[in-house]
């Protein structure tokens, strides 16, 4: 019902920036959020940021919090995560996660899909 594929990432040098897009492709009616989840090597993933279909409803994580920007452009059918003032603890995949609104699998859970993610690295 629904395809994710991340990208934008790469190597920056501490300080540096990054913009991550997550180019939705839909295949039901249902609306989606969207998150931004990451794990680094050794790491259980965590979630970054999420935003709602409106972006009226938004949040980060603490380490987030005043250097990332999660936006939604649904003309194009892409979340993104403008990450500034990159430290070498934001070193990770990043994810991106669709939930479902309504719609619910056949034991009730709320649909999810995930993308193959995006490699960011923050390194001199």
């Known amino acids: 019902q629904l395809q994710l594929v991340e990208s934008g990432g790469g190597l920056v040098q501490p300080g540096g920036s990054l913009r991550l897009s997550c180019a939705v492709s839909?295949?039901?009616?249902?609306?989606?959020?969207i998150g931004w989840f990451r794990q680094a090597p050794g790491k259980e993933r965590e979630g970054v940021s999420c935003?709602?279909?409106?972006?009226?409803?938004?949040k980060y994580t603490d380490s987030a919090k005043g250097r990332f920007t999660i936006s939604r452009d649904n003309a194009k059918n892409t979340v993104y995560l403008q990450m500034n003032s990159l430290k070498p603890e934001d070193t990770a995949v990043y994810y991106c996660?669709?939930?479902?609104?309504?719609?619910?699998?056949?034991?009730?859970?709320?649909?999810?899909?995930w993308g193959r993610g995006t490699q960011c690295a923050v390194s001199s």
């Open positions: 839909v295949f039901s009616e249902d609306d989606y959020s």
């Open positions: 996660n669709a939930e479902s609104t309504h719609t619910v699998d056949t034991i009730g859970s709320r649909l999810r899909y």
């Open positions: 935003i709602d279909k409106n972006g009226s409803n938004i």
